[in-house]
């Protein structure tokens, strides 16, 4: 660790003391990117110097700075979809420009689904990394005619999911649990509402919206797969204005405004699902008092102290309510954070990031005349400090450095069992963790062609007390352990740790205006775990942290690409092929208990894993036709060596899809009407099936599964069409008040895509076909939408 830290040390130093040597004759021309009509700061436009390849884009808060040599320069700043800005500037001193862009005006070959400059997936160093901007995923038809985050990225190559009704997204063969999402860079657990139909993601309130795949800046830790980036918005600082919808399943609202205009800010944003108050005229007797709705709300409120200092107080509060007045199911996520932008001079930029996280779940059940009820809650709580710093140094070098301090308190399972009116309380114990990371990143333009960026991450993880530390036999082949032994540890006592290295690399080499090619390696750590046996997650699931049973889990990365534009940018195509190594992947003996279970780690069992695939992309950015294909040829295995598990062989995880296609279509016809189409064909994802039974005289049969042989078949192929028409309402002169209608059906050939396939007994038993007198079993085809589900929803802007 001092080894580590030195050399970190010394390698600031070399670059501060070079950028030390010439600074006597260079200055720096800085500052911030805004849109005019509302103040919100613009990530990712390119700043540039005409005729030269001299450049750099804003950052995560619309901030740039670019060091050149002193003399006279025409500065260009870029962003499509707003009106360039050009400025000749004279560098004899530091310069400070804040630039206001302006929307281009629409017309029908100006239209964009982009928020980048047209060349950057050629130019950039990033690679694996996909950005959409709440315009574009307004575009695609959605379910129920709801935008919405999540089920828009799952439209993007290498991203999967196991079907409607899953919570979560599934990144180049990962699990659910090995995907960062943050909001605000505070992260959230489930994002899902309504067991995974719709995202937690407000989309009036969404700004930003970046994925990122494969080498991943050492900035991010404490996930394998991916980092899924969701910035919200500041807020209008020059006029109120609103904007919201109603549609068929929930309505929602958001407002900004505001408070010293041009210095402050605020945006708040909320929906409300009414599923309950439509069908309640319609319940009967058994089912008065059901509950089944959602609701959340986003907030967030921006000050620019001064022009060298600015504070975020942003925040999410989101909840899913099921139930009846004998049983009770919920779950939500509550995340808060604080965030303050210093500039120490014109190259020195600063955020340092606290934040709260709190995702919990409840299950009850009761009986009012036999008086017993059973009570059960969870949940994992973190608490956060980051200071982030970024240096640009000069034209070829900016450097990221900072830490991170997160700390865990895991409840996983808070148990109250009343029988005859007594309460009887069955809890597991609190569980507490320390995760530390140290980083430091460089973008290194090496020449015209070549640009680089290298970085290396340590992280650190404390498995904490007060607690009692359970010691297992030595398993035997891949069957449930016993504990043999426990030891209690007190508070803040380190019960195990774990530290590992983890280094980042990605690379692009420009071949012309047109095309480049791309590498990246990175080494990802991951010391928490989401314990589920399911074929998709539930709001249930536990999550427990790295003990000294349980490893943490470890990927290695590569990937090599190939990016071409054509047409003068109309068209941008790309093609990525990656190979991933997955270490110390969580799995589960036959039968595993996984709730409220002391020996919870003697269940588990831990293997191996590999993913590999090639992505392809194409994607068009203007013109009255937009859209973009995407489609994936992969393989994701996993491995329990020495075990009677599939042998100890390899073994298709449950998130294997042989192919992956989306095709998305946005169509102008007119200037007030406009029609799009997705349509998606997947692979089906591996399931078990019994392939014995035991018999007994005419009893229903028991199914067996002799070999251990998991994933052994697979469900039938995915595939649906959606179709959606956009009508803009004329906007009547003088009047603020803009609205459009989404017609829309999901799933519109009305396929009946199965979630799972599983076999009973035939409920006729006695009166069915026999086998020899034995009755026969039956596969049932589980389907979560089975029909094609028409929608309109009203949205309106003001």
Same mark, same amino acid.
């Given at each position: 660790?001092?080894?580590?830290?030195?050399?970190?040390?010394?390698?600031?130093?070399?670059?501060?003391?070079?950028?030390?040597?010439?600074?006597?004759?260079?200055?720096?021309?800085?500052?911030?990117?805004?849109?005019?009509?509302?103040?919100?700061?613009?990530?990712?436009?390119?700043?540039?110097?005409?005729?030269?390849?001299?450049?750099?884009?804003?950052?995560?808060?619309?901030?740039?700075?670019?060091?050149?040599?002193?003399?006279?320069?025409?500065?260009?700043?870029?962003?499509?979809?707003?009106?360039?800005?050009?400025?000749?500037?004279?560098?004899?001193?530091?310069?400070?420009?804040?630039?206001?862009?302006?929307?281009?005006?629409?017309?029908?070959?100006?239209?964009?689904?982009?928020?980048?400059?047209?060349?950057?997936?050629?130019?950039?160093?990033?690679?694996?990394?996909?950005?959409?901007?709440?315009?574009?995923?307004?575009?695609?038809?959605?379910?129920?005619?709801?935008?919405?985050?999540?089920?828009?990225?799952?439209?993007?190559?290498?991203?999967?999911?196991?079907?409607?009704?899953?919570?979560?997204?599934?990144?180049?063969?990962?699990?659910?649990?090995?995907?960062?999402?943050?909001?605000?860079?505070?992260?959230?657990?489930?994002?899902?509402?309504?067991?995974?139909?719709?995202?937690?993601?407000?989309?009036?309130?969404?700004?930003?919206?970046?994925?990122?795949?494969?080498?991943?800046?050492?900035?991010?830790?404490?996930?394998?797969?991916?980092?899924?980036?969701?910035?919200?918005?500041?807020?209008?600082?020059?006029?109120?204005?609103?904007?919201?919808?109603?549609?068929?399943?929930?309505?929602?609202?958001?407002l900004e405004a505001p408070l010293i205009k041009d210095k402050a800010s605020f945006v708040i944003g909320a929906r409300r699902?009414?599923?309950?108050?439509?069908?309640?005229?319609?319940?009967?007797?058994?089912?008065?008092?059901? #509950?089944?709705? %959602?609701?959340?709300?986003?907030?967030?409120? !921006?000050?620019? &102290?001064? +022009?060298?200092? @600015?504070? *975020?107080?942003?925040?999410?509060?989101?909840?899913?309510?099921?139930?009846?007045?004998?049983?009770?199911?919920?779950?939500?996520?509550?995340?808060?954070?604080?965030?303050?932008?210093?500039?120490?001079?014109?190259?020195?930029?600063?955020?340092?990031?606290?934040?709260?996280?709190?995702?919990?779940?409840?299950?009850?059940?009761?009986?009012?005349?036999? #008086?017993?009820? %059973?009570?059960?809650?969870?949940?994992?709580? !973190?608490?956060? &400090?980051? +200071?982030?710093? @970024?240096? *640009?140094?000069?034209?070829?070098?900016?450097?990221?450095?900072?830490?991170?301090?997160?700390?865990?308190?895991?409840?996983?399972?808070?148990?109250?069992?009343?029988?005859?009116?007594?309460?009887?309380?069955?809890?597991?114990?609190?569980?507490?963790?320390?995760?530390?990371?140290?980083?430091?990143?460089?973008?290194?333009?090496?020449?015209?062609?070549?640009?680089?960026?290298?970085?290396?991450?340590?992280?650190?993880?404390?498995?904490?007390?007060?607690?009692?530390?359970?010691? *297992?036999?030595?398993?035997?082949?891949?069957?449930?352990?016993?504990?043999?032994?426990?030891?209690?540890?007190?508070?803040?006592?380190?019960?195990?740790?774990y530290n590992n290295l983890e280094p980042r690399f990605s690379a692009n080499y420009t071949l012309n205006d047109r095309s480049?090619?791309?590498?990246?390696?990175?080494?990802?750590?991951?010391?928490?775990?989401?314990?589920?046996?399911?074929?998709?997650?539930?709001?249930?699931?536990?999550?427990?942290?790295?003990?000294?049973?349980?490893?943490?889990?470890?990927?290695?990365?590569?990937?090599?690409?190939?990016?071409?534009?054509?047409?003068?940018?109309?068209?941008?195509?790309?093609?990525?092929?990656?190979?991933?190594?997955?270490?110390?992947?969580?799995?589960?003996?036959?039968?595993?208990?996984?709730?409220?279970?002391?020996?919870?780690?003697?269940?588990?069992?831990?293997?191996?894993?590999?993913?590999?695939?090639?992505?392809?992309?194409?994607?068009?950015?203007?013109?009255?036709?937009?859209?973009?294909?995407?489609?994936?040829?992969?393989?994701?295995?996993?491995?329990?060596?020495?075990?009677?598990?599939?042998?100890?062989?390899?073994?298709?995880?449950?998130?294997?899809?042989?192919?992956?296609?989306?095709?998305?279509a946005d169509y102008m016809l007119t200037p007030l009407w406009s029609i799009a189409a997705n349509f998606v064909y997947q692979?089906?994802?591996?399931?078990?099936?019994?392939?014995?039974?035991?018999?007994?005289?005419?009893?229903?049969?028991?199914?067996?599964?002799?070999?251990?042989?998991?994933?052994?078949?697979?469900?039938?192929?995915?595939?649906?069409?959606?179709?959606?028409?956009?009508?803009?309402?004329?906007?009547?002169?003088?009047?603020?008040?803009?609205?459009?209608?989404?017609?829309?059906?999901?799933?519109?050939?009305?396929?009946?895509?199965?979630?799972?396939?599983?076999?009973?007994?035939?409920?006729?038993?006695?009166?069915?076909?026999?086998?020899?007198?034995?009755?026969?079993?039956?596969?049932?085809?589980?389907?979560?939408?089975?029909?094609?589900?028409?929608?309109?929803?009203?949205?309106?802007?003001?």
């Amino acid at each position: 660790m001092n080894q580590l830290y030195r050399c970190m040390c010394l390698f600031v130093s070399y670059l501060l003391c070079t950028q030390l040597a010439l600074a006597q004759e260079k200055f720096t021309i800085s500052g911030y990117v805004k849109d005019s009509k509302n103040g919100e700061n613009l990530i990712g436009v390119a700043v540039f110097v005409k005729g030269t390849s001299n450049g750099t884009v804003t950052n995560e808060y619309g901030f740039y700075s670019l060091t050149l040599p002193s003399g006279t320069y025409s500065i260009g700043i870029s962003y499509v979809g707003y009106q360039s800005f050009y400025k000749d500037i004279t560098l004899n001193a530091n310069v400070k420009q804040d630039v206001e862009l302006t929307e281009e005006g629409v017309q029908l070959n100006e239209i964009v689904v982009t928020a980048d400059r047209p060349d950057a997936n050629v130019r950039d160093v990033s690679m694996s990394v996909n950005k959409l901007d709440i315009k574009t995923i307004q575009k695609i038809p959605a379910f129920l005619g709801e935008v919405d985050v999540i089920r828009s990225i799952q439209l993007l190559p290498g991203v999967s999911t196991i079907g409607e009704g899953a919570t979560g997204f599934n990144v180049r063969g990962g699990s659910i649990d090995q995907n960062l999402v943050l909001i605000d860079e505070a992260p959230v657990y489930n994002s899902a509402h309504l067991f995974g139909f719709f995202s937690v993601f407000n989309p009036d309130i969404v700004k930003d919206v970046k994925l990122i795949k494969g080498g991943i800046p050492a900035q991010y830790g404490g996930r394998l797969s991916s980092i899924l980036d969701v910035r919200t918005k500041e807020g209008n600082n020059k006029k109120f204005s609103g904007q919201g919808g109603i549609g068929v399943i929930f309505s929602r609202l958001s407002l900004e405004a505001p408070l010293i205009k041009d210095k402050a800010s605020f945006v708040i944003g909320a929906r409300r699902s009414y599923i309950d108050v439509l069908a309640k005229p319609f319940l009967n007797e058994d089912l008065k008092g059901s #509950k089944f709705y %959602f609701y959340d709300l986003t907030s967030k409120v !921006n000050y620019i &102290i001064n +022009p060298k200092n @600015t504070v *975020y107080l942003s925040g999410y509060f989101g909840r899913d309510v099921f139930g009846s007045p004998d049983f009770r199911f919920a779950w939500g996520s509550t995340t808060a954070s604080a965030r303050w932008n210093h500039l120490y001079n014109d190259k020195l930029f600063m955020n340092l990031t606290a934040f709260y996280s709190n995702y919990d779940y409840e299950l009850g059940f009761q009986d009012n005349i036999e #008086k017993s009820e %059973f009570n059960w809650n969870a949940k994992i709580i !973190n608490l956060s &400090i980051k +200071p982030d710093f @970024t240096y *640009y140094i000069n034209t070829k070098n900016t450097l990221r450095f900072g830490a991170q301090g997160l700390f865990y308190n895991f409840h996983p399972g808070n148990t109250v069992v009343t029988s005859e009116g007594i309460p009887r309380e069955n809890s597991l114990p609190n569980k507490y963790a320390l995760e530390s990371g140290i980083y430091i990143d460089n973008e290194q333009k090496i020449s015209s062609k070549l640009t680089i960026q290298y970085g290396l991450r340590y992280s650190l993880f404390q498995y904490l007390g007060s607690g009692d530390a359970y010691y *297992y036999n030595t398993p035997a082949n891949g069957e449930r352990r016993q504990p043999s032994n426990i030891k209690h540890f007190n508070s803040w006592k380190t019960i195990a740790s774990y530290n590992n290295l983890e280094p980042r690399f990605s690379a692009n080499y420009t071949l012309n205006d047109r095309s480049s090619v791309k590498a990246s390696y990175n080494r990802t750590a991951q010391y928490i775990h989401l314990v589920s046996n399911t074929a998709a997650s539930t709001p249930l699931d536990v999550w427990t942290p790295s003990t000294n049973n349980v490893k943490p889990q470890l990927a290695d990365q590569i990937a090599l690409g190939y990016f071409r534009n054509f047409q003068e940018n109309t068209y941008e195509a790309s093609v990525e092929v990656y190979y991933k190594e997955l270490k110390n992947q969580l799995d589960y003996v036959n039968s595993a208990n996984l709730l409220l279970n002391y020996n919870l780690e003697g269940d588990l069992l831990q293997g191996i894993g590999r993913a590999y695939g090639m992505e392809f992309s194409v994607r068009k950015a203007t013109g009255r036709l937009t859209g973009f294909i995407s489609y994936t040829l992969a393989k994701t295995e996993r491995r329990l060596a020495n075990t009677i598990i599939n042998h100890g062989k390899w073994f298709p995880n449950r998130f294997d899809r042989l192919h992956n296609l989306s095709v998305t279509a946005d169509y102008m016809l007119t200037p007030l009407w406009s029609i799009a189409a997705n349509f998606v064909y997947q692979s089906g994802t591996p399931i078990t099936f019994y392939t014995n039974r035991a018999e007994f005289g005419q009893l229903p049969s028991v199914p067996l599964l002799p070999n251990e042989d998991r994933n052994n078949s697979r469900n039938p192929d995915y595939h649906r069409l959606d179709i959606s028409a956009t009508k803009k309402n004329k906007k009547k002169e003088g009047r603020k008040w803009e609205s459009y209608w989404v017609f829309s059906v999901y799933n519109a050939y009305n396929r009946r895509n199965p979630f799972s396939i599983y076999f009973q007994n035939n409920p006729d038993y006695k009166y069915a076909e026999t086998n020899n007198g034995v009755p026969k079993t039956q596969a049932i085809r589980y389907s979560i939408i089975g029909s094609f589900v028409p929608a309109v929803s009203y949205n309106f802007k003001f």
